[in-house]
Every structure is written in C-alpha cells, then in structure tokens.
C-alpha cells in the first residue's frame, strides 16, 4: 500500500514538473524563471484535469476521442481557426488610434477574454457572444505555441532550417512528417492561405511575410541558446514557413475534420 503510494506521489510530482518546465519554456510567460502560484495551481491540477492547451498532439487527440471518434484533427484548432473566420478576420482591418481591430493574426487579443475563451474552450464549449477576432486568434496562437512538442517535430527542425530557401523541398519535409503533425500543420498552412490571398492582404495588410513572422515561432523551436543562432535561424523558420504558404497544395485537406 505504501509502495503504491509513493510510485503515484512520484509519478505526480514527475508530471507536475514537467508541466512547468514546459510553461517556463513556452507559455504565455515566456522568460520568467520563477513559475506563478497560477502556472503551479495549473501544473498540480493537470493530472487530474488535462487540458488540451500544454499537451502534445496525441494527448489532445485522446482527450478528444470518446467525444469526436471520427475527428483526424484537434477539436481545439478547428474551432478557433473557424471562430477567426467566422468574425470576418480576414476582413478585419480598422483605422490606427480608432479601434484596435486591426490585424488578427498579429495584433493579440484583451489578456482576459483570451482567459475567459480559453476556459470554455477547455471545457467542450463552442464559444458565444464574442465580436473580436483578435480573441479567436490569440488563444489559437497561444495553443500552437504551448503544444508540448512543436508542431514541426524537433528532429525535423534541421532539415526545415536547411531547406528553408527551396519551398518545393520544404513541401517534402512536411509530407515527410508524423501524420498527425503533417494534418495539423497543413491545416494551419490552408488557414494562413486564405489571409495571404491579394484581396485579404489589400484589407488586413499581413502579407505572406507578415503572416510567416507571426506563425514561424509557433510551428518551429530553435533548441540552441546561443543567441547568433537563434537570430539567425528567426529569418529561415520565416522563409520556410513563407515558402509553404506560397507552394503547398492543401487542397487534400478539403473535407477533413
């Protein structure tokens, strides 16, 4: 009895370490050293409450299972990204010093009703009453972002940054990857299409590099801390991003749910 008490008790502490580790590295917090009483709170509540927003894919995809048994991609993802669209995102654009709906993809959404969406989203509910596509868009950003693993898988990440000028071999390495990741990321890819088409871009002004700067932090991980290297691969997580958005064909994903 004692035994098996104290295997949970590790196994728990194990998990909740991990979930903060993870938060340090890339949660919204980005940069703190010392994790919040909130990032705690939620790191000890997680084995007992998973939440789709810090897991990897295949826990997300088990989360959702006994829910959505037919679903090939994450609930999470379909429905904000439909939300953002839904709200005419990629037809929202406002006059500087007026409003600040103005650019969904880059210009992040009020910190508290990102909150309040994500609870709800947490808990099943397809969002109600929301306006703003900046809030649709922040908490996607947010879920690519605090994926466990990135949505291009770290043994990928080499092959990315050296194919980052040719977009024909960055369409090879995406076709190349795990399928789950290969459906997300291409989903992604057919989402960022629809804002970089000229009549989208004419109203919302993100162009396709506006649109690669914003999305290549939340698909590729540079795991080198020196800081010339990262700067350096900023620029060819871009391109590669840039280069997929103008030559994959998503047309495959027509359908798919």
Not at 1 to 25: E, F, H, P
Request: aromatic residues 8%; glycine residues 4%.
């Amino acid at each position: 009895m004692c035994q098996g008490l104290w295997v949970a008790i590790s196994s728990y502490a194990k998990y909740c370490y991990r979930k903060l580790q993870k938060a340090a590295l890339t949660g919204a917090k980005k940069g703190l050293q010392k994790p919040s009483l909130e990032e705690i709170k939620h790191a000890r509540n997680a084995i007992f409450s998973p939440s789709m927003f810090g897991s990897s894919l295949e826990e997300v995809m088990a989360l959702q299972k006994e829910r959505y048994p037919d679903r090939e991609l994450p609930w999470v993802q379909t429905r904000l990204s439909e939300e953002v669209l839904g709200l005419n995102g990629d037809q929202t654009r406002l006059s500087a010093g007026v409003s600040r709906r103005e650019r969904p993809c880059r210009v992040p959404g009020d910190i508290d009703e990102v909150n309040a969406l994500k609870l709800q989203v947490d808990q099943w509910k397809v969002p109600t009453g929301l306006e703003d596509p900046h809030i649709p868009a922040s908490l996607l950003k947010l879920w690519y972002r605090e994926l466990e693993e990135p949505l291009i898988p770290h043994e990928h990440y080499e092959e990315c940054i050296s194919h980052y000028d040719s977009p024909e071999d960055a369409v090879k390495v995406v076709l190349g990857l795990p399928r789950i990741n290969k459906l997300v990321l291409c989903y992604l890819i057919r989402f960022l299409q629809v804002f970089a088409q000229p009549a989208n871009v004419a109203v919302t002004k993100m162009d396709i590099n506006n649109l690669a700067m914003v999305m290549a932090p939340n698909c590729l991980r540079c795991q080198s801390d020196d800081p010339r290297v990262i700067f350096e691969n900023t620029r060819k997580e871009m391109s590669f991003i840039r280069g997929l958005v103008q030559r994959l064909d998503t047309s495959f994903m027509e359908g798919i749910l």
